[in-house]
């Protein structure tokens, strides 16, 4: 039993990488185009940082309805639907893109709306999803996986995304990254999921429920506000990216998908390194390691002067993310109840997403005014102190939660 039960566990886990592998593609490949194309379309990197901000403000909405989705109907369903409606609008937008072109920024920032209220229930079913297809003894380790995904896509995406649209229009992208949605729901046709056998309450109780939790529930409080701080550096960045290289920097747009390529690519160094990594030290000094090496990284882009200074920061910053999101999603998982994981992550995806918003709207308006780098500066230098006493805060406080009694198990009495 204990073979076929190994074997079974282990194909669920191949199975969950493909299918997220294929959405993340999916995500990366757009995220590459659409900002090349309204930037292209305007010269203005302030319609790249407002098309940012309305791109995640409904996600913000969504997170904790997704999270009771993700509790009431289990991770496979809620992965497979959303992922087939990201796929189908995708396909839309493709139509209007191409045959009424002249309502092309406007079907492209809907498009990005839509994508970002179903992102919400994509996060939500891989959270629920992973504690019951890892088991406790592969909990970290699977976590690894779910970053490593997300740098391989980062890698594959942009890279096979710069390579088709040197050959073909850029609005085929849409297509491609709808295929890779459709196949993605195809993948998790088989795994295991939970779906909640308690009695069905109101939504409006439920939410209130995972507040309460929330805020009941000190160390994955304070990883949310740590995790808000550390977004709002990264979404500054990410929301102006393909202006500095293309705008302020005068590189090629080849520049840009080789440094999105590069980032990627680190998901097949922290492959081979995390397992390593915590065999030598514990997950705590790893999430430090991550952090100190974002927070360097970050400061470095904001002094760059040249494209390659930019891009090799971008890297290291990349890098110690990688790593500190391991610890980050391993804890945060030990500390909250299975039966309300959902409930709780949903507020606590939207506390910490909070950011990408706010980012985008300082680029599109301290970053115009006063230049992106220095925004990106100031960000990481708040990040860096302040940042640095709430990470030993939140390390703490964790350290107390799992060594003692179980904080989550208090939380929901």
Known sequence: MHDISSAARNSAIRWFGAGLLCALLAEQ???????????????????S???????????????????????????????RGANTARGLSLAVTLGICWYQPQWMIWALIGNGIVLSVLMAPVRMAVEKSV?????????????????????????????????????????????????????????????????????????????????????????????AGLNFSINLAFAAVLSANAFVI?????????????????????????????????????????????FALLCLGLICMGVASGVLLY??????????????????????????????????????YLVNLLSYPLGGLLTASVGHVYGVQVLILVLALVLTVPGTLLFILTTRRFRLALEGPSLAMEASQ
């Open 246 to 290: 293309s705008g302020v920097f005068s590189a090629a747009d080849g520049v840009f998908g080789l440094m999105n390529a590069g980032a990627g690519a680190l998901g097949l160094l922290n492959f081979i390194l995390v397992p390593r990594l915590l065999a030598r030290m514990s997950i705590y000094r790893l999430g430090a390691l991550g």
């Open 311 to 348: 891009a090799l920061s971008f890297l290291l910053a990349m890098a110690g993310c990688a790593l500190f999101n391991v610890f980050n999603r391993t804890q945060r998982i030990k500390a909250i109840e299975s039966a309300h994981l959902g409930k709780v992550m949903g507020p606590f």
């Open 131 to 223: 504690p019951l297809i890892a088991g406790p003894e592969r909990l970290a380790h699977c976590q690894s996986l779910v970053q490593n995904m997300e740098l391989l896509a980062m890698a594959l995406g942009p890279a096979l995304a710069a390579g088709l649209a040197m050959y073909a229009d850029k609005r085929w992208l849409l297509g491609l990254a709808a295929v890779a949605l459709f196949a993605a729901a195809l993948f998790w046709r088989g795994l295991p999921t939970a779906r909640s056998v308690s009695r069905p309450t109101s939504v409006f109780k439920d939410l209130a429920l995972g507040w309460r939790l929330l805020l009941g529930n000190p160390p994955v409080l304070s990883l």
């Open 49 to 79: 940082g407002v098309a940012f901000a309305l791109e995640w403000l409904p996600a913000l909405i969504a997170y904790p309805f997704a999270g009771l989705l993700a509790d009431r109907f289990g991770g496979r369903l809620l992965f």
């Open 29 to 47: 490949t757009v995220l590459f185009a659409v900002p090349l194309m309204i930037f292209q379309l305007t010269g203005n990197v302030r319609y």
